[in-house]
């Protein structure tokens, strides 16, 4: 069983950047592959970016590509992700989530966070 809480939400200008972190409790987090999604209103959870268990792997959505950075430290049990030049159409619940394995995280992970809601505004 892994715990997952994300924390650095916010309201944000557009252009404008937010960190978030996703803190890991339980089973041996260099264990697992981890990602962030995010559900806008009214549209389903979409993946966001995706991060190895080692870290040395990662992968990203095309419309964060360039923007957005997923990072782990496997000593703090957290997973960040680094978001630049934010647009409106960035604004959604964004959660952390982890899968038991090395390689990438699946589209339907194991665990997933209770979320946090990043709002950009234009």
């Known amino acids: 069983q892994v715990q997952l809480v994300e924390s650095g939400g916010g309201m ?3 252009g404008g950047s937010l960190r978030l972190s996703c803190a890991a409790s339980g089973r041996t987090f260099s264990g697992y592959a ?4 995010r559900q806008a209103p009214g549209k389903e959870r979409e993946f966001v970016a995706g991060i190895s268990a080692s ?3 990662t992968n990203y959505a095309d419309s964060v590509k360039g923007r957005f950075t997923i990072s782990r430290d496997n000593a703090k049990n957290t997973v960040y992700l680094q978001m630049n030049s934010l647009k409106p159409e960035d604004t959604a619940v964004y959660y952390c989530a982890a899968d038991p394995n090395y390689g990438s995280v699946s589209i339907s992970p194991d665990y997933w966070g209770q979320g ?3 709002t950009v505004s234009s």
């Open 12 to 14: 944000v200008q557009a």
């Open 116 to 118: 946090t809601q990043v």
């Open 34 to 37: 981890m990602g962030w999604f």
């Open 55 to 57: 870290g040395i792997s």
